[in-house]
Protein backbone atom coordinates (compact mmCIF):
# COMPACT_ATOMS: atom_id res chain seq x y z
CA UNK A 1 0.00 0.00 0.00
CA UNK A 2 1.03 3.53 -0.46
CA UNK A 3 2.19 5.81 2.04
CA UNK A 4 0.29 9.08 2.07
CA UNK A 5 -1.27 11.37 5.02
CA UNK A 6 -4.96 10.79 6.17
CA UNK A 7 -7.52 12.40 8.44
CA UNK A 8 -8.78 10.45 11.40
CA UNK A 9 -11.66 11.35 13.50
CA UNK A 10 -11.87 10.13 17.01
CA UNK A 11 -15.37 10.03 18.74
CA UNK A 12 -16.02 8.38 21.80
CA UNK A 13 -19.49 6.56 21.96
CA UNK A 14 -21.90 7.86 23.92
CA UNK A 15 -19.20 9.36 25.87
CA UNK A 16 -21.15 10.76 29.04
CA UNK A 17 -23.31 7.79 29.56
CA UNK A 18 -20.22 5.87 28.79
CA UNK A 19 -18.52 7.84 31.65
CA UNK A 20 -21.02 7.31 33.86
CA UNK A 21 -21.48 3.62 33.43
CA UNK A 22 -18.01 3.07 33.89
CA UNK A 23 -18.52 4.56 37.60
CA UNK A 24 -21.66 2.44 37.82
CA UNK A 25 -21.19 -1.35 36.33
CA UNK A 26 -25.24 -1.88 37.51
CA UNK A 27 -26.11 0.45 34.79
CA UNK A 28 -23.91 -1.42 31.83
CA UNK A 29 -27.19 -2.28 29.54
CA UNK A 30 -30.03 -0.18 31.12
CA UNK A 31 -30.92 3.05 29.77
CA UNK A 32 -29.29 5.85 31.23
CA UNK A 33 -30.30 9.42 30.62
CA UNK A 34 -27.45 12.26 32.28
CA UNK A 35 -28.51 15.92 32.26
CA UNK A 36 -29.25 18.93 35.37
CA UNK A 37 -29.54 17.21 38.43
CA UNK A 38 -30.64 14.06 37.64
CA UNK A 39 -34.29 14.93 38.77
CA UNK A 40 -36.31 14.33 35.65
CA UNK A 41 -39.40 16.58 37.32
CA UNK A 42 -37.20 19.00 37.36
CA UNK A 43 -36.81 21.49 34.05
CA UNK A 44 -33.49 20.70 32.86
CA UNK A 45 -32.27 19.24 28.98
CA UNK A 46 -30.75 15.88 28.42
CA UNK A 47 -27.03 16.18 28.22
CA UNK A 48 -26.73 12.96 26.58
CA UNK A 49 -28.70 9.20 26.64
CA UNK A 50 -27.37 5.87 26.51
CA UNK A 51 -28.09 3.99 22.91
CA UNK A 52 -30.29 1.65 25.35
CA UNK A 53 -32.40 5.01 26.32
CA UNK A 54 -32.12 6.25 22.52
CA UNK A 55 -34.00 3.07 21.12
CA UNK A 56 -37.25 4.88 22.87
CA UNK A 57 -36.26 8.23 21.17
CA UNK A 58 -34.55 10.09 24.13
CA UNK A 59 -32.05 13.08 22.51
CA UNK A 60 -29.46 15.91 23.73
CA UNK A 61 -31.49 18.49 24.35
CA UNK A 62 -34.78 17.56 24.77
CA UNK A 63 -36.51 18.16 28.31
CA UNK A 64 -35.93 15.76 30.86
CA UNK A 65 -39.73 15.69 31.60
CA UNK A 66 -40.21 14.42 27.85
CA UNK A 67 -37.30 11.72 28.10
CA UNK A 68 -39.18 10.51 31.27
CA UNK A 69 -42.25 9.95 28.93
CA UNK A 70 -40.20 8.41 26.42
CA UNK A 71 -38.56 6.05 28.83
CA UNK A 72 -40.54 5.73 31.99
CA UNK A 73 -37.54 2.98 33.16
CA UNK A 74 -34.55 5.34 32.40
CA UNK A 75 -31.48 6.23 35.18
CA UNK A 76 -31.66 9.92 35.15
CA UNK A 77 -28.19 10.77 36.99
CA UNK A 78 -26.78 14.33 37.18
CA UNK A 79 -24.18 15.45 35.05
CA UNK A 80 -20.40 15.73 36.23
CA UNK A 81 -18.36 18.31 34.23
CA UNK A 82 -15.03 17.63 36.20
CA UNK A 83 -15.14 13.69 35.99
CA UNK A 84 -15.87 14.31 31.97
CA UNK A 85 -13.16 16.79 31.61
CA UNK A 86 -10.54 13.64 33.83
CA UNK A 87 -11.29 10.72 31.35
CA UNK A 88 -11.40 12.88 28.04
CA UNK A 89 -7.91 14.34 29.39
CA UNK A 90 -6.99 10.80 29.73
CA UNK A 91 -8.02 9.78 26.47
CA UNK A 92 -6.31 12.57 24.84
CA UNK A 93 -3.24 11.73 26.48
CA UNK A 94 -4.03 7.85 25.44
CA UNK A 95 -4.27 8.96 21.34
CA UNK A 96 -1.06 11.56 21.75
CA UNK A 97 0.89 8.30 22.56
CA UNK A 98 0.67 7.17 18.89
CA UNK A 99 2.82 8.68 16.06
CA UNK A 100 0.16 11.66 14.96
CA UNK A 101 -0.67 14.70 15.46
CA UNK A 102 -3.85 15.55 17.99
CA UNK A 103 -6.41 18.00 17.24
CA UNK A 104 -8.74 18.52 19.89
CA UNK A 105 -12.50 19.43 19.71
CA UNK A 106 -14.22 18.91 22.61
CA UNK A 107 -14.51 16.28 25.72
CA UNK A 108 -15.21 13.55 23.36
CA UNK A 109 -13.89 13.86 19.85
CA UNK A 110 -10.67 14.67 18.31
CA UNK A 111 -8.95 14.62 14.77
CA UNK A 112 -5.63 13.11 13.92
CA UNK A 113 -3.17 13.97 11.70
CA UNK A 114 -1.42 10.45 10.71
CA UNK A 115 0.85 9.45 7.57
CA UNK A 116 0.43 5.96 7.06
CA UNK A 117 0.12 3.27 4.63
CA UNK A 118 -2.84 1.10 6.48
CA UNK A 119 -5.25 3.67 8.29
CA UNK A 120 -7.61 0.87 9.15
CA UNK A 121 -5.15 -0.61 11.02
CA UNK A 122 -3.76 2.54 12.70
CA UNK A 123 -7.53 3.07 13.35
CA UNK A 124 -8.36 -0.72 14.50
CA UNK A 125 -5.38 0.22 17.14
CA UNK A 126 -6.53 3.48 18.65
CA UNK A 127 -9.46 1.70 19.53
CA UNK A 128 -8.23 -0.90 21.26
CA UNK A 129 -6.21 1.22 22.63
CA UNK A 130 -8.22 3.72 24.39
CA UNK A 131 -10.42 0.54 25.40
CA UNK A 132 -7.78 -0.96 27.11
CA UNK A 133 -6.43 2.25 28.65
CA UNK A 134 -9.85 4.22 29.48
CA UNK A 135 -12.99 1.22 29.37
CA UNK A 136 -14.20 3.37 26.72
CA UNK A 137 -16.11 2.36 23.10
CA UNK A 138 -15.00 4.76 20.05
CA UNK A 139 -15.37 5.05 16.65
CA UNK A 140 -12.90 5.90 13.91
CA UNK A 141 -13.56 8.06 10.43
CA UNK A 142 -11.12 8.07 7.66
CA UNK A 143 -10.91 10.55 5.43
CA UNK A 144 -8.35 13.05 3.06
CA UNK A 145 -9.84 15.94 4.73
CA UNK A 146 -11.39 16.95 8.29
CA UNK A 147 -15.17 17.13 6.76
CA UNK A 148 -14.74 13.76 5.23
CA UNK A 149 -13.44 12.51 8.47
CA UNK A 150 -16.09 13.42 10.48
CA UNK A 151 -18.81 12.80 8.20
CA UNK A 152 -17.32 9.17 7.80
CA UNK A 153 -17.09 8.35 12.32
CA UNK A 154 -21.17 8.73 11.48
CA UNK A 155 -20.75 6.21 9.07
CA UNK A 156 -18.26 3.79 11.80
CA UNK A 157 -21.24 4.31 15.18
CA UNK A 158 -21.09 2.57 17.16
CA UNK A 159 -17.97 0.74 17.54
CA UNK A 160 -16.93 0.77 14.06
CA UNK A 161 -14.15 2.01 11.21
CA UNK A 162 -15.33 3.80 8.05
CA UNK A 163 -13.55 5.48 5.37
CA UNK A 164 -14.75 8.35 3.67
CA UNK A 165 -13.12 9.84 0.64
CA UNK A 166 -12.49 11.18 -2.65
CA UNK A 167 -12.99 8.08 -4.22
CA UNK A 168 -16.28 6.88 -2.62
CA UNK A 169 -17.23 10.21 -1.83
CA UNK A 170 -20.19 9.85 -4.56
CA UNK A 171 -21.04 6.14 -3.98
CA UNK A 172 -21.98 7.36 0.10
CA UNK A 173 -23.36 10.34 -0.36
CA UNK A 174 -25.01 11.39 -3.69
CA UNK A 175 -28.39 10.63 -2.62
CA UNK A 176 -28.30 11.50 0.81
CA UNK A 177 -30.48 14.85 1.82
CA UNK A 178 -28.35 17.87 2.51
CA UNK A 179 -28.85 17.37 6.35
CA UNK A 180 -26.06 14.84 6.44
CA UNK A 181 -23.79 17.11 5.83
CA UNK A 182 -21.41 18.52 8.88
CA UNK A 183 -22.59 22.73 8.87
CA UNK A 184 -25.71 21.73 7.60
CA UNK A 185 -28.72 21.86 10.00
CA UNK A 186 -32.36 21.44 9.15
CA UNK A 187 -33.66 24.58 8.68
CA UNK A 188 -31.17 25.04 6.34
CA UNK A 189 -32.02 21.73 4.51
CA UNK A 190 -35.52 22.58 4.20
CA UNK A 191 -34.81 25.92 2.85
CA UNK A 192 -32.85 23.91 -0.09
CA UNK A 193 -35.63 21.50 -0.60
CA UNK A 194 -37.66 24.40 -1.15
CA UNK A 195 -35.14 25.71 -3.84
CA UNK A 196 -34.74 21.82 -5.80
CA UNK A 197 -31.68 20.70 -3.50
CA UNK A 198 -32.58 17.89 -1.83
CA UNK A 199 -29.74 15.72 -2.41
CA UNK A 200 -25.89 16.31 -1.89
CA UNK A 201 -25.59 15.47 -5.32
CA UNK A 202 -28.07 17.84 -6.40
CA UNK A 203 -26.54 20.45 -4.27
CA UNK A 204 -23.15 19.93 -5.89
CA UNK A 205 -24.77 20.75 -9.18
CA UNK A 206 -26.39 23.79 -7.71
CA UNK A 207 -25.26 27.06 -9.54
CA UNK A 208 -23.34 29.21 -7.34
CA UNK A 209 -24.83 31.84 -8.60
CA UNK A 210 -28.69 30.77 -7.72
CA UNK A 211 -27.26 29.86 -3.83
CA UNK A 212 -25.44 33.50 -3.37
CA UNK A 213 -29.00 34.90 -4.66
CA UNK A 214 -30.88 32.39 -2.11
CA UNK A 215 -28.52 32.08 0.82
CA UNK A 216 -25.78 35.25 0.81
CA UNK A 217 -22.67 35.59 -1.12
CA UNK A 218 -20.47 33.54 0.92
CA UNK A 219 -22.78 31.24 2.66
CA UNK A 220 -24.48 29.74 -0.43
CA UNK A 221 -21.59 29.15 -2.54
CA UNK A 222 -19.95 27.11 0.84
CA UNK A 223 -22.84 24.64 0.89
CA UNK A 224 -22.09 23.87 -2.99
CA UNK A 225 -18.30 23.09 -1.75
CA UNK A 226 -19.07 20.99 0.95
CA UNK A 227 -22.05 18.83 -0.90
CA UNK A 228 -18.56 18.11 -3.09
CA UNK A 229 -17.06 16.85 0.15
CA UNK A 230 -14.16 19.64 -0.09
CA UNK A 231 -12.60 20.71 3.53
CA UNK A 232 -9.79 21.36 5.27
CA UNK A 233 -6.92 18.23 5.17
CA UNK A 234 -4.80 20.25 8.28
CA UNK A 235 -4.16 18.88 11.15
CA UNK A 236 -2.91 21.30 14.05
CA UNK A 237 -1.55 20.31 17.44
CA UNK A 238 -2.82 23.69 19.31
CA UNK A 239 -5.10 22.86 22.36
CA UNK A 240 -8.32 23.24 22.40
CA UNK A 241 -9.29 26.99 23.40
CA UNK A 242 -12.53 27.95 24.24
CA UNK A 243 -14.24 30.64 22.10
CA UNK A 244 -16.72 31.35 25.09
CA UNK A 245 -17.35 30.70 28.21
CA UNK A 246 -21.34 30.79 29.66
CA UNK A 247 -23.47 30.47 32.80
CA UNK A 248 -27.62 29.67 32.32
CA UNK A 249 -30.37 28.88 34.90
CA UNK A 250 -33.22 26.94 34.23
CA UNK A 251 -35.77 27.95 36.81
CA UNK A 252 -38.40 25.26 38.72
CA UNK A 253 -40.99 28.42 38.44
CA UNK A 254 -40.98 30.90 35.58
CA UNK A 255 -40.06 33.89 36.02
CA UNK A 256 -42.80 37.05 35.71
CA UNK A 257 -40.82 39.94 37.13
CA UNK A 258 -38.40 41.60 34.96
CA UNK A 259 -36.48 43.02 37.91
CA UNK A 260 -36.10 39.46 39.25
CA UNK A 261 -35.10 38.47 35.61
CA UNK A 262 -32.39 41.80 36.06
CA UNK A 263 -31.22 40.38 39.32
CA UNK A 264 -30.56 36.63 38.21
CA UNK A 265 -28.64 37.81 35.19
CA UNK A 266 -26.52 39.88 37.18
CA UNK A 267 -25.83 37.18 39.27
CA UNK A 268 -24.82 34.75 35.83
CA UNK A 269 -22.48 37.28 34.76
CA UNK A 270 -20.76 37.65 37.95
CA UNK A 271 -20.44 33.89 37.91
CA UNK A 272 -19.60 34.25 33.93
CA UNK A 273 -16.78 37.10 35.07
CA UNK A 274 -14.93 34.82 37.14
CA UNK A 275 -14.88 32.23 34.35
CA UNK A 276 -13.31 35.02 32.47
CA UNK A 277 -10.58 35.93 34.87
CA UNK A 278 -9.95 32.31 35.53
CA UNK A 279 -9.57 31.67 31.69
CA UNK A 280 -6.91 34.83 31.45
CA UNK A 281 -8.48 36.47 28.59
CA UNK A 282 -10.74 39.76 28.18
CA UNK A 283 -14.33 39.56 26.81
CA UNK A 284 -15.18 41.11 23.39
CA UNK A 285 -18.96 40.40 23.54
CA UNK A 286 -21.51 39.66 25.72
CA UNK A 287 -24.48 37.65 24.55
CA UNK A 288 -27.54 36.82 27.00
CA UNK A 289 -30.09 33.76 26.28
CA UNK A 290 -34.22 33.75 27.21
CA UNK A 291 -35.98 30.45 27.02
CA UNK A 292 -39.60 31.65 27.39
CA UNK A 293 -42.17 29.13 28.31
CA UNK A 294 -43.35 26.83 27.22
CA UNK A 295 -39.68 26.53 25.17
CA UNK A 296 -39.16 29.57 23.10
CA UNK A 297 -35.42 30.74 22.84
CA UNK A 298 -33.98 33.99 21.89
CA UNK A 299 -30.40 35.12 22.36
CA UNK A 300 -29.20 38.88 21.49
CA UNK A 301 -25.35 40.04 22.17
CA UNK A 302 -23.72 43.35 22.01
CA UNK A 303 -20.10 44.04 21.47
CA UNK A 304 -18.23 45.70 24.58
CA UNK A 305 -16.67 49.20 23.78
CA UNK A 306 -13.11 47.22 24.31
CA UNK A 307 -12.42 43.94 25.05
CA UNK A 308 -12.82 43.86 29.38
CA UNK A 309 -12.30 40.81 31.99
CA UNK A 310 -13.61 43.49 34.50
CA UNK A 311 -16.87 42.27 36.38
CA UNK A 312 -18.87 45.48 36.46
CA UNK A 313 -18.05 46.23 32.62
CA UNK A 314 -19.17 42.59 31.93
CA UNK A 315 -22.74 42.91 33.82
CA UNK A 316 -23.58 46.52 32.42
CA UNK A 317 -23.47 44.76 29.51
CA UNK A 318 -25.46 41.57 29.94
CA UNK A 319 -28.42 43.93 31.76
CA UNK A 320 -28.34 46.27 28.75
CA UNK A 321 -28.90 43.04 26.41
CA UNK A 322 -31.49 41.96 28.60
CA UNK A 323 -33.18 44.87 27.78
CA UNK A 324 -33.29 43.98 24.39
CA UNK A 325 -36.34 41.59 24.89
CA UNK A 326 -39.67 41.97 25.38
CA UNK A 327 -40.25 40.30 29.07
CA UNK A 328 -43.65 40.29 29.15
CA UNK A 329 -43.94 36.26 28.75
CA UNK A 330 -42.85 34.10 31.73
CA UNK A 331 -39.39 32.96 31.18
CA UNK A 332 -38.15 29.39 32.62
CA UNK A 333 -34.25 30.23 31.56
CA UNK A 334 -31.56 32.79 31.59
CA UNK A 335 -28.25 32.06 30.12
CA UNK A 336 -25.13 34.86 30.07
CA UNK A 337 -22.05 34.15 27.54
CA UNK A 338 -18.91 35.99 27.49
CA UNK A 339 -17.23 36.03 23.80
CA UNK A 340 -13.31 35.97 23.56
CA UNK A 341 -11.62 37.69 20.34
CA UNK A 342 -10.98 35.27 17.63
CA UNK A 343 -7.44 34.18 16.95
CA UNK A 344 -7.58 35.97 13.69
CA UNK A 345 -8.92 39.04 15.51
CA UNK A 346 -6.54 38.90 18.36
CA UNK A 347 -3.21 38.93 15.77
CA UNK A 348 -4.83 41.56 13.81
CA UNK A 349 -5.01 43.94 16.83
CA UNK A 350 -2.36 46.58 17.24
Known amino acids: MVVREWVLHVDLDQFIAAVEVARRP??????????????????????????????????????LRTAAKRCPDAIFLATDAPAYQEVSDRVMATLREFPVVVEVLGWDEAFLGATTDDPEALAADLRRVVAEETGLSCSVGIGDNKLRAKLATGFAKPAGIFRLVQENWWDVMAEKPTDALWGIGAKTTKKLAEAGYRTVLELAGADPADLAARFGPKLGPWYRILAGGIGDAEVTATPYVARSRSRETTFQQNLTDPGVMAAEVAALAKRVSADVAEEGRPAARVAVKVRFAPFLTHTHSVT????????????????????????????????VRAEFLSTAARSASP
Open 26 to 63: ELRGKPVVVGGTGDPTERAVVATASYEAREFGVQSGMP
Open 304 to 335: LPAPTADPAEIEKAALAVLDMFDLGRPVRLLG
